[in-house]
């Protein structure tokens, strides 16, 4: 079973539509982040938390909100999506230091396309 | 801030032609330097770390590298199954959070 997992995995929706895409991970790992990839652009940091209480924006959070459910959950919502949020979506845990080694563990991506 | 420039953007190699990509970063207290291999459409997949100058990991037909200003991930004899992008991050003392900044990858294509 995949360690970091994320629904759905592919999505079409319009323009004004509010929509959630979740991540769920069995690593135990405190940290949890959400990206999304572009072609050109690599991958931009959306929205990180280190624990269930701690959420912070990343370099690119406006027109996104997330909730930390639980350890293992992390969700990122669109409230209003327009198209330029069309990209590829990632989510990904680490652990906090002491916990283990610093690397990221990246979910298989959630391909998001507003019309 | 930290900085990271992936070089080639693209490279084309023929089977078993070894070759090198190049990750040059800028950061402040370096801890740690990453490299993934994504493969299109899926999330990137961890294949090393490095955390001090000289330091050297392997793995099958990849060995890492690093140094003060850069690092290398070089490719020896690669098959077409190598063919992916490749990424670095680095994870410095910046704003006391450790969160990686990652480099826009290198797309390797290797032909048989």
């Known amino acids: 079973d995949a360690d970091v997992t994320q629904t759905p995995r592919n999505r079409i929706t319009k323009t004004g539509k509010r929509i959630m895409l979740e991540c769920s991970q069995t690593k135990g790992h405190d940290r949890m982040y959400w990206y999304r990839q572009d072609p050109g652009l690599g991958l931009r940091l959306i929205y990180y938390s280190f624990d269930v209480k701690d959420i912070n924006k990343g370099e690119i959070s406006d027109g996104y909100s997330v909730s930390r459910q639980a350890q293992a959950k992390f969700s990122l919502s669109l409230e209003s999506a327009i198209p330029n949020q069309t990209a590829l979506y990632f989510c990904a845990t680490s652990p906090s230091p002491g916990q283990g080694a610093p690397e990221q563990y990246f979910g298989p991506g959630t391909r998001l396309t507003v019309t | ?112």
Do not use: M
């Open chain 2, 1 to 112: 801030e930290d900085q990271v420039t992936q070089s080639p953007e693209a490279l084309r190699l023929q089977e078993g032609e070894s070759s090198s990509l190049n990750c040059s970063y800028t950061v402040s207290g370096l801890r740690g330097l990453f490299w993934y291999r994504q493969d299109p459409g899926k999330g990137p997949e961890f294949l090393f770390t490095l955390y001090s100058a000289g330091e050297e990991k392997e793995k099958e037909r990849l060995k890492a590298t690093l140094t003060k200003k850069e690092s290398f991930l070089h490719i020896t004899a690669p098959k077409p199954e190598d063919s992916a992008t490749y990424l670095c991050a680095v994870r410095g003392l910046s704003g006391g959070s450790y969160i990686p900044t990652f480099g826009r990858g290198t797309s390797l294509i290797v032909h048989p």
